[in-house]
Every structure is written in structure tokens, then in C-alpha cells.
């Protein structure tokens, strides 16, 4: 369902997949301390692309050591052709992304069965039709 993973460089945030059901995906990635107002999704026809920035709030402080580090970061995925995002949601430091295949529709066709002989239906001889005096 996804055909290939736009990786960058760093490789963050981490991320999973995993297959929920039939026709059915989920992509969870690692995005401790950003809230939702940091992250954006967008999906422009197959290519889904997850932003993230933070917001530098060191509004007076003082670090004696600063080991988490605002950052932002870009994940771009690449999509199968028909895949739907249903949604997505921000659980304790985990965004997760929904992803559904629609299953496809079943379609029956009649074909009408014509006798050989009748008016509808002349024979083709050495790709040419067939007149009536022949």
C-alpha cells in the first residue's frame, strides 16, 4: 500500500508501520513534545507529507543542560494509487496516521450473444465485410 518511504538524512522522527485489517494501515510516529499546533499534515495526490516545528519558548530561561533540542522535521510517504487517510491523532507523544485501501467495487458486465447470419451479424472475410450478393 505504500509504495516507498522519502527518508531523510536523520531518520526523525522514528516511525512505524503496521497492518491494522484487511485493507487497512497504520503509520505511528515518534513526535514527543510537539503538540498539535506544531504538526501539519497534508496529502497532495498520492504523497503524504507530515511537518513538524517547534516553537523555541525560552522565554527568559536558563539550561544548565539542554538535551531535547527544538526541532522540525519533514516525513514524506508515498501512497499506492487509491489510498484514503481517514484520519489521524496525537496520543502521548505518538501521532498515528489511519490509512484504508477502498475495496473494489464489483462490476458485472453482460455481453449479448447475436446468431451468425442475421442482419446484425455478417461474417468479416480477409478484414473486409461480407455484401449481401457474395
Known amino acids: 500500500m505504500l509504495d516507498r518511504v522519502q527518508k ?14 484487511d485493507g487497512r ?31 523555541d519558548d525560552g522565554d527568559g530561561r536558563v539550561f544548565i543542560h539542554r538535551g531535547i533540542a527544538s526541532r ?7 501512497l499506492a494509487e487509491g489510498i484514503d487517510v481517514e484520519g489521524a491523532w496525537l496520543d502521548n507523544g505518538l501521532l498515528h496516521l489511519d ?13 449479448p450473444i447475436t446468431a ?10 480477409n478484414s473486409r465485410m461480407m455484401r449481401d450478393d457474395e
Not at 484504508?100 to 455481453?111: D, F
Open 8 to 21: 531523510n538524512s536523520e531518520g526523525y522522527p522514528p516511525y512505524n508501520i503496521e497492518q491494522t485489517g
Open 25 to 55: 494501515l497504520r503509520i505511528t510516529l515518534a513526535v514527543a513534545g510537539f503538540s498539535m499546533d506544531d504538526l501539519h499534515i497534508t496529502q497532495e495526490d498520492n504523497q503524504l507529507v507530515i511537518r513538524g516545528r517547534q516553537r
Open 72 to 78: 522540525q522535521f519533514q516525513r514524506a510517504f508515498v
Open 99 to 111: 490509512l484504508k485501501r477502498p475495496m473494489p467495487e464489483v462490476r458485472v458486465k453482460s455481453i
Open 116 to 125: 451468425r447470419g442475421t442482419a446484425m451479424a455478417r461474417p468479416v472475410v
